[in-house]
């Protein structure tokens, strides 16, 4: 502890009223910066990017029938983004309760989307179980892997919560969700709608 | 960021574990702390666990009072040990509160417990902070510094590693300056000081592409720091 002691005497001035004041001085600078002791200009608009605070990344794809489809066109709705795979029994477990939530809401203001990966997936897989679970949301797809490297997916599934404007509000990696984890996230993203 | 720690074919999202490792930093911390102060530190390592046991459920309770139905339609989410549905404010009322209550019932002078716990407060923060990082929140705002991180297409500043080192270092100062002579309370007043000072560090570098001036959070960051800094200044004055 030898070591310390020069550091030791140092912080002992805390107690110093010139410390309190330069503190306070530094904490009046500190919040200053915003009106011009900025160091780089700001570009306009939030930054694209795969976490929260962030506008989502833009996605164009095809989904089960082979349509095109793309998130732009969501833009208005607040929207859940899952990433699933077929293989993955978390993702088979939590589909139940985006099919649940999926009925909750007008599409018209939510839209649950399912993203499956079918670059590491089995289409014909993927279908059977769509089908046998009677999941009735949109299954985009990502056919070569683009969407699972822009969103930045590293574990499965993985799901994003996009609100009205396309800002990235909540990330949840792993599952299974449940339905209530599911259903309040979007209750917040649309109680942030009303208090606009 | 949204990192993730593989473990076989286990997939952990690293955020909760920083929170995690920072409670054990914090309880660890504490328990030095505690000896150093001639405290019980078996009673104060019971305080925090308990504490930290009702400022979970706390913050758990905070979303089921504000969403209620959402709960009783599905009871098990209320006890899901996944990290979601925990409310901060929640958590840091029952967790504060329980607090106040043990260490009354257990007759703990609250100032001398506040001093112990301080130090490990300000640990559990810094691993907040990384947290965060691991997690992508808060975006920091665009610069030319060497330090500046490339994240969301420019090199910006790492905010939250700001506010980790900031804990970190206040942190390590105040287990550095423990004495046992200094009076009572003085030692989380100066954690409280120069915590604000982090806080206000963090948040003055956040992204702001709109252009907003002053937020809310930073006054109510400089507010406290005003405020340690002049019960500080008033404790000294009554002390000489």
Redesign the interface.
């Known amino acids: 502890m030898s070591t310390l002691r020069p550091l030791e005497k140092v912080m002992k001035y805390t107690r110093n009223p010139i410390f309190l004041i330069f503190t306070i001085l530094l904490g009046l600078v500190l919040i200053a910066r915003p009106f011009g002791l900025s160091d780089q200009a700001e570009q306009p608009g939030l930054p694209f990017g795969p976490t929260k605070g962030a506008l989502a990344p833009l996605i164009s794809t095809q989904n089960f029938g082979g349509d095109n489809v793309n998130l732009e066109s969501l833009k208005g709705k607040i929207v859940v983004i899952n990433f699933w795979a077929s293989w993955c029994p978390p993702c088979r477990a939590e589909m139940q309760a985006f099919q649940n939530v999926s009925k909750q809401y007008d599409p018209s203001e939510v839209m649950i989307v399912g993203l499956n990966s079918t670059f590491q997936d089995d289409l014909g897989q993927a279908e059977a179980f769509i089908a046998e679970r009677q999941i009735t949301f949109p299954i985009w797809l990502d056919l070569n892997g683009e969407i699972t490297r822009l969103y930045q997916v590293r574990a499965m599934p993985t799901t994003f919560f996009i609100d009205a404007s396309g800002i990235v509000k909540n990330v949840m990696i792993g599952g299974p969700l449940d339905e209530a984890v599911i259903t309040i996230t979007i209750e917040e993203m649309l109680g942030e709608v009303q208090e606009q | 960021?949204?990192?993730?720690i593989?473990i076989g074919p286990l997939?952990?999202?690293a955020a909760p574990l920083f929170w995690l490792l920072g409670f054990w930093i914090f309880s660890e911390t504490t328990e030095r702390m505690a000896k150093k102060a001639d405290l019980d530190a078996k009673k104060i390592i019971n305080l925090i666990y308990l504490s930290g046991l009702i400022g979970l459920i706390g913050a758990r309770l905070g979303?089921f009072f504000?969403?209620p139905a959402?709960?009783l339609?599905?009871p098990?989410?209320f006890i899901?040990p996944?990290p979601?549905?925990l409310s901060i404010e929640g958590g840091a009322l029952f967790g504060g509160l329980a607090v106040l209550i043990l260490a009354q019932k257990w007759q703990i002078p609250l100032l001398k417990l506040l001093d112990t716990l301080a130090p490990g407060l300000a640990f559990w923060f810094a691993a907040i902070g990384l947290a965060w990082h691991a997690?992508?929140?808060?975006?920091g705002?665009?610069?030319?510094?060497i330090w500046g991180m490339d994240?969301?297409?420019?090199?910006r500043h790492p905010v939250n590693l700001y506010w980790s080192v900031g804990f970190g270092f206040t942190g390590f100062?105040a287990m550095?300056?423990w004495q046992e002579t200094r009076s009572a309370g003085?030692l989380s007043l100066?954690v409280g000081?120069?915590g604000?000072?982090a806080a206000?560090?963090h948040s003055?570098?956040l992204?702001?592409?709109?252009?907003?001036?002053?937020s809310s959070e930073?006054?109510i960051i400089?507010i406290g720091?005003?405020f340690f800094?002049v019960i500080?200044?008033l404790r000294?004055r009554k002390s000489q």
């Open positions: 960021m949204n990192s993730v593989q997939s952990i999202p979303y504000q969403f959402a709960f339609s599905n098990l989410s899901s996944r979601y549905l997690g992508g929140d808060y975006i705002s665009p610069t030319n510094l994240y969301l297409g420019s090199i100062y550095t300056t003085d100066g000081l120069l604000s000072l206000l560090l003055s570098f992204s702001n592409p709109s252009n907003q001036g002053v930073q006054v400089f720091l005003l800094a500080i200044f000294n």
